[in-house]
C-alpha cells in the first residue's frame, strides 16, 4: 500500500491533536508514516504509533528551533525523497502551511491549503475548501505530483488504530537557505488552564459589547462553567480587551466548534468567516437588528450583562 | 546606497458584497466591485515607513491580475509608493498560487529589490502562502507574519506571533517580509497623494516581457484544479427570544435540550 507523509505537529514530543487527525485521514489514502522534528520522537511515536503511524521518521538538530521554517521543509523533502509517499499531509497551522508551499514546489507538487476534509478518490486524494468567508465549500483535486495538503483542526475524529510507530533515523542535510531568518528569541504564550481554541467543543466569545477588558470576566465564567475556550472579535482584540491569541475570524483563528456562543458580537463577514461553520450557534446582542442574529440556532435580545451571568448561574445549577 | 522596496498588491472582490465563483469555477470578479485587499495595505503602510527610516529609499507596488487590477497598485500609489508596475495577460485566467508565485518573484526580479514586502493571505484565496513561495523562488530569507518590523544596517528585524510562542526574528537583506493586520493602521490617501499618484510611472508588463511560458500559468497550467463549488446550505432560521428578565434561564434550557448541559 502506497504510503502516506504526516507532519507531526508537537511541543516537546506532545503530540498536538490536529496531528492525530490527519492520521486517521492519511489511513483513508494510504499507510501513515510520521515526521518528527525535534526532540521527544520517542514519546511522540508511541502516540503516532496507537493512532495509526505505521513508522516514525525522526530527526533532531539545533537549526529547527534556531532558524525559521525552512529547516523543516529541507526535512520533509528527504523524508520525501526516501518515501515516495502517495500524498504528504501537514497540519494548516501558519507555519504548517509555509513549510507545506515550499516543499510543494521543491517536490513539483500541487498544493491545496486549509482543507475541511480529504477522501480517496479515484484521481487521488480530494479535498473539501471553504471559501468566500465559508458561504462556498469547494473540493479540489491535485494534477501535479504527489497532492501537498494542509488541513485544518477538526477536519476528522481522532481514531484509535494500533500500528508498529517505529522510530527510524532520518537524515537531513541542511541547505544554504536554512539558515537565512534566525530566531533571536523566542517567548512561549502563557498558559490559560482553558481549552485550545481551535480544538476546543465549546467556544464562548465577546465583542465590543463587552465594553472593556475587565468585563471579560462575565465572558470568562460562562465559559469555564461550560468547560470551554474563550474567543473574542477583532473590535475587542483591538481595544485592547483581550489578546489577539484568542481572536476569531479572517485574520485571527478559525473555529468549527461543537457550539458556538456569541455575545456582544455583530457578525461581520470576518468574523464569520472564523465561525460560520460552528455546529451550533447561539447570540446574545441587544441589536435585534444584528446580522448575527441571522446564524443562531437561538438567540437572545438583550443585554449581555444581564444574560451572560443567569445563564453561567443556571450552568452551574443544572451541573451542580 | 538606495533601498529597493517592492511591495505585491492583490485586487480582490469586496468581502462584504455577494462574492461567488464563475462557471469555470475561478474567482467571479464582475459580480462584485473590486479594491486592493485590506490585507495588503498594512503591507503598503510598512514598506512607506521602512522608506521612510531609510536615508535612501524607493517602493514599487507590484500586482498581478486583469485589467482593473491597476486599481490595487493606484491605491498603493496614493498612499505613497513612488512606481507600480501591473502584470497582465489574457493567459493569466485562472492561475494557481504556484503559478501566481511564478510570475510575481519574476516581476519582482525585473523590478530589482532589496527588500519584498507582501501582505498575511489575500482576503479572496486567504491561503497565506504566496509568500514563502516567493522567498522560495527568490532563495532569500522569508521573514513572514510580522507584526512589528524595521530594517536597518542591511538586517529586517521583526516580531512573530505565533501559536505557542512570540519570536523575535533577524534576517540580512535581500529579505521577504509579510505582514499581518496586528502591524499598524494603514494611512488613508491624502488629496495630495490622489492628484499626485496620477503622474507616477505605472508599467505593465505581460508574460513575454517576463520570459514566462503561457503554458505554466492559466487554468491549464495550474497544479491544482477545483472541481466543484458547493453554496453552503441556508442555516434554517432559528429560535429568537427577547430577554424580559429570563433570558438566560430560556437560553440555559435550550442548551440543556441540546445536550450542551
Ligand atoms: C481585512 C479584515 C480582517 C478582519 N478580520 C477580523 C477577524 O479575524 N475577526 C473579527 O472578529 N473581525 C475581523 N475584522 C473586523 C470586522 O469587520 C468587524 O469590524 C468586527 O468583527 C466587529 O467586532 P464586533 O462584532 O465585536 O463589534 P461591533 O460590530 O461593533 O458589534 C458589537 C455588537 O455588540 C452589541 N452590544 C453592545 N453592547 C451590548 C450589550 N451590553 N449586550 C449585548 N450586546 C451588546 C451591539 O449591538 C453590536 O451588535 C476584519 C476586518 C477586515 C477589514
Ligand atoms: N495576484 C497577486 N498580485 C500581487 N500580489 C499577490 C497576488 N496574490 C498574492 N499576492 C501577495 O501574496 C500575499 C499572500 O497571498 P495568498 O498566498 O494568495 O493568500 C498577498 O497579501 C499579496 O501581498
Redesign the pocket.
Known sequence: MAEVLVYVDHVDGAVRKPTLELLTIARRIGEPVAVHLGPGAEAAAKVLGEHGATRVLAADAPEFADYLVVPKVDALEAAAKAVGPAAVLVPSSAEGKEIAARLALRLGSGIITDAVDVEAGADGPVATQSAFAAAFSTRSTVRKGAPVITVKPNAAPVEAAPAAGAVEPLEVSFGELATGTKVVSRTPRQSTGRPELTEAAIVVSGGRGVNGAENFSVIEALADSLGAAVGASRAAVDAGWYPHSNQVGQTGKSVSPQLYIANGISGAIQHRAGMQTSKTIVAVNKDAEAPIFDLVDYGVVGDLFNVVPQLTEEVKARKG | MSLRIVV???YVPDATGDRHFAEDLTTDRDAVDGLL?E??EY?VEQALQIAEAADDAEVTA????PEDARGAVLKALQMGAAKGVHVEDDALHGTD?IG?SLV?AKAIEHIGYDLVV?????TD???????ALLAERLGIPQVTLLSEVAVADGKVTGRRDGDVASEQLEAALPALVSVTDQSGEARYPSFKGIMGAKKKPLETLDLSDLGVDAAEVGLDGAWSAVQDATARPARTAGTIVKDEGEGGKQLAEFLAAQKFI
Open positions: 505585491a498588491v492583490k485587499s490585507l495588503d503591507a507590484v500586482t498581478i491580475g498560487i501566481t510575481l507582501t501582505g498575511m493571505a489575500s484565496g486567504t491561503a497565506g502562502v504566496v509568500p
